[in-house]
């Protein structure tokens, strides 16, 4: 079986490895064939026809007839699309949408039509053909994917919303998924705890060779939940049982339900096997349990690769391939080697331009193509692609590590400007704002000045706050309450992890009356021109005079990010 999954993934991504190849020798000229095809598929739409993609004859003029933009910029279109109005954007009509998060409470609804679809699946094709290449032991046994419902939910215009890692799992050979560990009807549960529970329960019971998701902490959660239920795990894989009572998923479909219970056969010589592995260790941990790993794929970029270091401690010293630049807008890069954030520019897939690092807060920032980066420099980078987005500003900050054949070599390094993420959540400044603001409403304060900080060692936002007056610490309890609640209900990736516990509750510092003047006055004393002064409500790690003005008392040194 394993031989054939692997002819199997080869020969449906040899067309397009040849394509890539092939695009990666000759980059500018690349670039310049999708963007040529992109403009003139799309002449004709609403978008195309308002910025004249029928009149530009190459990049330097689709540069000049189009803005830059962000989700917000390109809304009114967007929601034009979602109501069901064709020819707006792409002349494709979207088969659904992609949900992720915005930065309003408004989500962002990504159209997913059959060439980004096809465009995406095929990249996967691609990561998973040269990853089993390098490591063919990884299909020797079953692959642990853990993905979010493909729908999630439907429109206003009865159009089907969802992930895009369950999209993209529903369009991997058949072959692929049938030596998937767990069944689809999984991702389907809402509850992540038992969601959570049930997969290590599936798992464990059988001999996993291959695992992979984006974000790391959520194998360092099921780690931590198959630790914490061993007794009850191994109970449920000697019986046969779920290990948690059913009703508790019989919200799902007849089907789906019969799909979860079809693959929970009683084991009692696997259940035999994992008892004798807390006999001998203590625990119950995939890297005894499953000695057959032989690939981790995840994120190592960013904040995902603190993460990812920590799964030595659970999964043992197992080779890791990063997934690749990967979003709901798109899928940018093929990582080629283990244990690199790097992966190569796609360039046979989407357009792109780059913003080098220190003009990203230009008006209007000058931009540059992929053939004219530099080893060692970091850029935004902007996104042109078959669903509809055109010369849409990612807020990626990434990193040119090298180059694979004269394509370059990215690392996703940050969010740039004002967001944040810890394991994927993506938090923007107006979603803190607005919940710092219902937050005064719900406790009847007013802070003075705040700042937030991702910690992610802790896996938790800091926040900073100076409040105006005096505050009781129950109150300042139920500040923190509230922030963490409006949070979650303005960004829905942050609920989602908050909920499985991927992301702690957020750590709230009282800082003392006058530190944010104090802090002012050091960054104009370094050159900061007052008139133009920005306080950074948002920062990546903590400076020298907020760790000496937190309020008493004090915390240690160990207890701050940095």
Not at 75 to 101: C, K, Q
Not at 249 to 273: C, H, I, N, Q
Not at 309 to 332: H, K, N
Request: aromatic share 8%.
């Amino acid at each position: 079986m394993s031989r054939l999954v692997e002819w199997m993934l080869r020969f449906s991504a040899a067309a397009e490895a040849r394509t890539f190849e092939s695009a990666t020798r000759e980059p500018a000229a690349a670039q310049e064939r999708i963007l040529h095809d992109l403009l003139k598929t799309n002449a004709a739409t609403a978008f195309g026809r308002a910025h004249g993609f029928a009149h530009i004859a190459n990049a330097h003029e689709y540069m000049r007839a189009v803005p830059l933009s962000d989700y917000e910029a390109v809304r009114p279109y967007m929601n034009r699309v979602i109501a069901g109005e064709r020819n707006v954007l792409t002349v494709d009509t979207p088969e659904m949408f992609a949900a992720t998060s915005g930065t309003t409470a408004k989500p962002k609804l990504i159209p997913v039509t059959a060439r980004s679809r096809a465009q995406n699946a095929a990249m996967t094709r691609m990561w998973l053909a040269r990853a089993i290449r390098d490591h063919r032991g990884g299909v020797a046994h079953k692959a642990l994917t853990i993905v979010s419902p493909a729908v999630e939910g439907l429109n206003a215009n009865g159009k089907p919303y969802g992930a895009m890692s369950g999209i993209t799992y529903r369009r991997i050979p058949w072959i692929v998924r049938r030596h998937s560990a767990l069944p689809y009807a999984l991702a389907l549960i809402a509850d992540y705890q038992t969601r959570y529970f049930l997969a290590m329960r599936i798992a464990m019971a059988q001999r996993v060779s291959m695992i992979a998701t984006p974000n790391p902490s959520t194998f360092l959660r099921l780690a931590r939940v198959a630790d914490e239920n061993a007794a009850k795990i191994i109970r449920a894989i000697h019986d046969g049982e779920p290990g948690i009572a059913e009703w508790s998923f019989s919200a799902l479909a007849g089907e789906a339900t019969s799909e979860l219970l079809a693959s929970m056969k009683p084991d009692r010589a696997r259940a035999r096997f994992l008892e004798q592995v807390i006999n001998r260790t203590g625990h119950l941990r995939p890297r005894e349990v499953w000695p057959e790993l032989q690939l981790i794929g995840c994120w190592l970029g960013g904040s995902a690769g603190f993460q990812a270091d920590q799964l030595t401690e659970f999964y043992g010293d197992v080779p890791r391939r990063d997934l690749g630049l990967w979003a709901s807008e798109g899928r940018m890069t093929l990582p080629l080697a283990d244990d690199t954030a790097s992966g190569v520019l796609a360039v046979h897939a989407n357009f792109y331009e780059f913003i080098p690092e220190e003009n990203a807060e230009g008006t209007p920032p000058r931009t540059l193509r992929a053939h004219q980066l530099e080893r060692g420099r970091r850029y935004c980078l902007v996104i042109s692609a078959a669903n509809g987005l055109y010369r849409y500003n990612m807020n990626d900050i990434v990193e040119v590590t090298g180059f694979y054949n004269r394509t370059p070599l990215l690392a996703f390094v940050r969010k740039g400007g004002d967001m944040a993420s810890i394991t994927g959540e993506k938090i923007h400044l107006n979603q803190v704002q607005c919940a710092i603001e219902q937050a005064e409403r719900a406790v009847n304060t007013r802070l003075h000045q705040f700042r937030i900080i991702p910690d992610l060692a802790h896996r938790r936002y800091e926040l900073l706050v100076e409040f105006s007056g005096a505050m009781e610490i129950c109150r300042r309890d139920n500040f923190l309450h509230e922030f963490d609640r409006a949070l979650a209900a303005q960004n829905r990736e942050y609920a989602s992890r908050r909920a499985s516990r991927r992301l702690d509750s957020p750590k709230l510092w009282e800082m003392r009356p006058g530190w944010s003047d104090r802090v002012a006055r050091e960054d104009f004393r370094a050159g900061k021109r007052e008139a133009q002064y920005k306080w950074r409500h948002l920062v990546q790690q903590w400076d020298p005079i907020s760790r000496a003005e937190i309020a008493d008392p004090p915390p240690p040194p160990s207890a701050f990010a940095s």
